[in-house]
């Protein structure tokens, strides 16, 4: 079998190393305390010189040639075998999931504080007093009556983004849904609701990376998962039922 090029150069440069590293054992230059062979061994320690300089600049061109391959993955998303490649802005290999989630905590707190900032005038329009990037934040323009929490979630895979103290006017729209014996009152998302969900997965995810996950063959290379949580009417008044019941079993 042919050696492969890699193979060849390796040879030279162990054949080379030899001719370097051997002692000369020529009767002649015994006698004469003088090697006659040094010029020789000058000639391989330039070639080997050429030959790892060669390689040093082969190695160099191929992480070059990678690292370009992986940055044009990550920016369209995907690669070739349609797994999926992501990594947020804020990501950093090796972050904790506390590190991660006191992050979201932040990001969430520096955008309802810079929401709170009263607009002033300044010539034609209104300008904030605070950072330009939150001025229409739907995390920082959201009714100021709204909590929000953020835990690791079971097994340390996940980070849940809670919503709490919902307006029901602000953030649920009522359904009357006809049934051949009732009519159920559902439960549906505003725009305005649906616009905050959509902005606190955008501050989660900007903590998280995916590095190959495919959907075709159910796996998953995300760091974590981010979700966001929040109850409708119906399930808030269901979860007060249990608890006065609980507490009245107690009792």
């Known amino acids: ?7 060849k150069t390796r040879t030279r440069i162990d054949a080379l190393r030899a ?11 015994q006698q ?3 090697c006659r062979h040094a010029g020789e061994k000058d000639a391989a ?11 040093k600049e082969a190695a160099g061109d191929e992480r070059e040639e990678r690292a370009r391959m992986w940055a044009e993955i990550y920016e369209r998303g995907y690669d070739s075998h349609g797994n999926t490649y992501h990594q947020g802005s804020k990501y950093r290999a090796g972050q904790s999931m506390k590190e991660r989630a006191a992050g979201i905590r932040a990001d969430i707190k520096m955008a309802r504080k810079v929401g ?3 607009l002033v005038q300044e010539g034609a329009g209104l300008v904030s007093q605070a950072l330009e990037t939150y001025r229409f934040d739907p995390v920082g323009e ?9 835990r690791i979630g079971d097994g340390y895979g996940s980070i849940r983004i809670g919503i709490d103290a919902i307006p029901q006017e602000w953030g649920w729209i009522a359904e009357e849904v006809a049934y051949p014996r009732e009519t159920v009152t559902r439960w549906r998302r505003t725009q305005a609701l649906k616009d905050l969900e959509a902005e606190l997965k ?8 995916d590095h190959g996950s495919n959907l075709y063959t159910d796996l998953s290379m995300k760091a974590f998962y981010v979700f966001i949580e929040s109850d409708d009417p119906a399930t808030l008044a269901r979860h ?8 009245e079993r107690r009792g």
Request: proline fraction near 5%; hydrophobic fraction near 35%; glycine fraction near 4%.
């Open 45 to 55: 320690r330039h070639m080997l010189g050429r030959l790892l300089a060669k390689l």
């Open 1 to 7: 079998m042919a050696k492969s090029k890699a193979s």
């Open 19 to 29: 001719v370097i590293d051997k002692e000369c054992t020529a009767p002649i230059c």
């Open 116 to 118: 709170r900032a009263p």
């Open 240 to 247: 007060a039922r249990y608890e006065r019941e609980r507490q």
């Open 142 to 150: 959201a009714p100021e009556q709204i909590k929000f929490r953020v």
């Open 202 to 209: 955008s501050i989660g995810e900007a903590y998280n990376a």
């Open 32 to 34: 004469s305390g003088t």
